[in-house]
């Protein structure tokens, strides 16, 4: 059924409170929140494309695939559980779940395994492998609970601050901690009315003892100077039926409210909760950049900006595999498979907190909650929510959250490392949405130009191939150990990557082909493809060796060097471990890759390259374990955004679509959608507009011509 997402948020915010918690700051809660993983194991296997076997059923897959796990791992049919399974576009099986111990399930005993034309292509285990302890090893506790969950929760809860979120059904599971202690644990949710909070615990079912939490937000603090305020530079548009039909088959919205399956942009100051409003299915607004942001127009034209660009973000993504199976945001599924009624909700001006934007991601079943701050230090004062590119990043982190470990498993991007990735992540998920086919390899991309004021941004460097204006290197994460700082590291690597796949495959305009073979699209599949092979809690290697994976399932490899060269020029080469820089590439990637101009001395080569278990690496496949151990973190990380997004010009519809309720929606497009330029959803105009903050896009119509 499709309920009100005003009645949705109302549910949320007024679940029963087991304690009566004092208010508490932002660094209070999220603070001291404990979190241990094992190092996962990560193989990859290379995949025989010259099989002439016939693909087995997804049904056989997920069998396939478990008798492999149990076989490996050595469990018995009662000792592992599936947590969510299933088939990509490249078809590959993804099977994810966890080791059960007494009929619970170990909460940071994750595996997964990836199964393509019935061949083990990697999998990943944080327990049970040779680099574990093992069974006999662990201190394993009696399955019963001497507090009643209301005890041990109301423990938890008068200890941090925070009401316990009764949505959320709790459980009983293990939880492995550093000495090899498996403590038995009621596995709960805190949560505050306002959403400011958003954790995932486990209280000891024998004492009440906070032992684990997962921070379900992606935070930001920025580095912003206080200059006079500037108004968004690229204007307003009127998009004429921006949804994508094979994405959101039923439409954005009822063409009233910003309020849909996909997202809901909400004033949530207000009870009940008031969202943009439309008339006939044309939202209009009239930002006033003079104004105070809670000027109505203006909320107006938030509200309505960050509609049409979050629900961009999920018909762009959906068709590169974040989709219903895969645990996407919607509220109806239409029977795909996941769990529904978890669409983004946006709180357009939030006022718990100032110069910040952040995202909360918990599992699949609940909604993600993106929120967007006053930047009070410009005169007037601004909302990110009028830069696309916050949003785009936004979401990224439910993506990226969503899709590694499986939808069903949380927590698995936290510390400074992963979580490091998570911002990197984010930054390209903005900048390849973004991109101009005009850019070229060495133009610097500086990120957060809008919020920041100025043209350097919010980044140390700004993005570029050119190694004398960005130097990072894999070994400066020795010293970059803020996960925004490690993420610029990442988002390096791969913009260097990005750029090989463009330079050899071309550039797409349109974003939304995911068939392409450009450049561009293939750097996005890959990367979403790669959330779904990496282990929970990945490192920069294992992550890298996902990407490369992805590859070989879905272009067969053709890429492979390309993507080394990429990695290998900033120090994430074959022989790459323990933050050492290495810069050589596999031997049939030719002999290897010159170090970076800006290196000092040689290249590091540290040996022993990272298999496990005996596993062969062939053809440049590497086996890794990822250290991503974590006690005590509180690594919330803040969501970075980009700025000064450009127009671009492009008929939104489907050819030959039809519908009954069309939205007009005023507002910022995101940056080279490229959809313009590809006839194949309707003729481009026929001259371009001179005026960007009147100019109107119909579908078969010019500017003048309207």
């Not at 909360?360 to 609940?366: I, K």
């Not at 939205?663 to 001179?690: D, E, F, L, W």
Request: hydrophobic share 30%; net charge negative; with cysteine.
């Amino acid at each position: 059924m499709f309920i009100s997402t005003v009645s949705l948020v109302l549910a949320l915010a007024t679940s029963a409170i087991f304690a009566a918690p004092t208010t508490l700051s932002t660094k209070d809660a999220s603070s001291d929140l404990p979190f241990y993983f094992p190092k996962p194991t990560y193989q990859s296997i290379p995949y025989d494309h010259s099989s002439n076997l016939a693909a087995p059923s997804n049904a056989d897959s997920v069998k396939i695939g478990t008798a492999y796990i149990r076989d490996k791992l050595n469990l018995s049919p009662d000792e592992f559980k599936i947590s969510s399974s299933f088939t990509d576009s490249a078809g590959v099986t993804h099977v994810y779940g966890s080791h059960l111990v007494n009929g619970a399930s170990v909460a940071n005993h994750q595996a997964a395994v990836h199964i393509k034309g019935g061949q083990i292509t990697s999998y990943s285990a944080s327990f049970g492998t040779k680099s574990h302890l093992t069974k006999s090893e662990l201190s394993i506790a009696e399955p019963k609970a001497k507090l009643t969950f209301e005890q041990a929760s109301g423990l938890v809860s008068k200890a941090k601050g925070l009401p316990v979120y009764s949505e959320f059904k709790h459980d009983l599971e293990y939880v492995q901690q550093a000495d090899g202690t498996l403590v038995y644990a009621y596995k709960f949710q805190l949560r505050d009315k306002s959403v400011n909070f958003w954790f995932q615990v486990w209280a000891d079912a024998n004492t009440g003892k906070l032992i684990q939490a997962v921070d379900f937000a992606h935070r930001a603090t920025y580095k912003a100077i206080k200059l006079p305020g500037l108004t968004p530079d690229d204007g307003f548009s009127d998009v004429k039926d921006p949804e994508y039909k094979a994405s959101s088959p039923n439409g954005w919205t009822d063409g009233t409210t910003t309020e849909g399956n996909n997202v809901s942009a909400l004033d949530l100051r207000k009870e009940p909760a008031v969202p943009g409003t439309g008339v006939n299915g044309v939202f209009d607004s009239k930002f006033n950049p003079t104004a105070d942001i809670t000027d109505p127009d203006n909320m107006q034209a938030t509200a309505v900006n960050l509609f049409y660009i979050t629900n961009i973000m999920h018909d762009i993504t959906y068709q590169y595999g974040f989709n219903e199976a895969a645990g996407n945001f919607q509220k109806d599924n239409f029977g795909k498979g996941g769990e529904g009624n978890d669409p983004v909700i946006i709180s357009v001006l939030d006022t718990s907190d100032e110069e910040n934007a952040d995202f909360f991601s918990p599992a699949d079943g609940q909604p993600g909650q993106m929120r967007m701050f006053r930047f009070a230090h410009f005169k007037p004062n601004r909302n990110p929510g009028l830069d696309n590119q916050v949003a785009m990043h936004e979401y990224g982190h439910g993506v990226s959250g969503r899709l590694t470990g499986g939808p069903a498993v949380v927590g698995c991007l936290r510390g400074a490392e992963a979580g490091g990735m998570g911002e990197g992540w984010s930054d390209l998920f903005a900048m390849i949405v973004s991109a101009k086919e005009s850019q070229k390899s060495d133009t610097p991309i500086a990120i957060g130009t809008y919020i920041q004021g100025g043209p350097e941004g919010i980044r140390s460097h700004p993005y570029t191939t050119d190694m004398k204006v960005n130097p990072l290197t894999y070994s400066t994460l020795k010293k970059r150990l803020e996960v925004h700082d490690a993420g610029e590291v990442w988002a390096s690597m791969l913009w260097e990557v990005y750029w090989n796949l463009v330079t050899k495959n071309g550039f797409s305009t349109d974003i939304y082909d995911a068939k392409s073979n450009s450049g561009n699209t293939i750097t996005m599949q890959n990367m979403i493809g790669g959330f779904m092979l990496q282990p929970c809690h990945p490192t920069l290697i294992s992550a890298r060796d996902a990407f490369i994976e992805s590859d070989a399932n879905r272009y067969k490899g053709a890429n492979k060097c390309e993507i080394w060269k990429g990695f290998a020029k900033r120090g994430l080469g074959v022989k790459a471990a323990d933050f050492n820089d290495d810069f050589s590439v596999p031997a049939d990637c030719d002999t290897g890759a010159s170090p970076p101009p800006s290196s000092r001395g040689p290249p590091a080569t540290t040996e022993g390259a990272t298999t496990t278990e005996g596993a062969t690496t062939t053809e440049g496949a590497t086996t890794t374990e990822g250290a991503t151990t974590t006690e005590g973190a509180t690594t919330t990380g803040r969501a970075t955004t980009t700025g000064r997004a450009t127009t671009t010009e492009g008929a939104t519809t489907t050819e030959g679509a039809t519908t009954t309720e069309r939205a007009t929606i005023t507002t910022k497009r995101p940056t080279t959608t490229g959809r313009a330029t590809t006839t194949a959803r309707g003729p481009k105009p026929t001259s371009g507009c001179t005026r960007m903050d009147i100019c109107c896009i119909y579908i078969g119509k010019s500017c003048d011509q309207n």
